[in-house]
């Protein structure tokens, strides 16, 4: 009697309308796209002195994602999948800070600008070293993204946002980044530790 019930009831639940339609057979092999920011250099001179090598630089990254969904009808709804990834990952905005007592077009304030330029090339060095683990990372994770069941398509959008959110939080998403971000402070410490301001004393 009670596997008849049970029988009966799971019944009753295939055919009601408007239920969740199980969406992993419309799963696609997603197409990812790896691409780096147009990049500029902007040089400025703070109205108060700096210390150490008289300058720095201030990188600003850019990680956006932008998922494209395959919607298919369904029953009841849609399933709305992972189509492809077109991601841009890198470095595109530099703030060159050059001590103020560094007079423009002088031995010094040259001298600064170009330590600082080799800290710009590392950090668009690492970015182009990574790119190949960028795209092996960002396609594991949107392997791991599942299509998902809406009932309208007022609701794909919120699906589209929530995916994202799964690709960006991935382990090994988020992995790479952080390997990222430790190279490229390595590698500048490196340049400072080698350099030590040397370029700056042969002006004097």
């Known amino acids: ?31 990812v796209y790896i691409n780096v920011p147009d990049w500029n250099k902007t040089i400025v001179q703070p109205r108060h002195e700096m210390d150490k090598l ?7 990254m850019v990680d956006n994602y932008q998922i494209n969904a395959d919607v298919v009808p369904v029953d009841g709804g849609f399933c709305v999948g992972l189509k492809s990834v077109n991601a841009v990952v890198g470095y595109n905005d530099f703030v060159v800070n050059i001590d103020i007592r560094n007079v423009p077009e002088t031995c010094e304030y040259n001298a600064v600008l170009a330590h600082e330029d080799k800290h710009i090339k590392t950090y668009l060095s690492v970015i182009d070293d990574f790119k190949g683990e960028l795209q092996k990372s960002v396609y594991s994770a949107a392997q791991s993204v599942m299509p998902q069941f809406v009932k309208s398509r007022d609701m794909i959008d919120s ?28 590698k500048n410490k490196q340049i400072d ?8 004393k042969k002006c004097k």
């Open 1 to 31: 009697m009670v596997v008849k019930y049970l029988f009966f009831v799971f019944c009753i639940l295939v055919s009601l309308p408007g239920l969740a339609v199980d969406c992993v057979a419309y799963k696609k092999i997603p197409a």
């Open 54 to 60: 008289h300058g720095n630089v201030v990188a600003t």
């Open 159 to 186: 699906v589209v946002d929530d995916m994202n959110m799964q690709l960006q939080s991935h382990p090994d998403v988020v992995l790479v980044k952080q390997k990222i971000f430790a190279d490229v402070e390595i």
């Open 193 to 200: 530790r080698m350099e030590s301001g040397e370029e700056l």
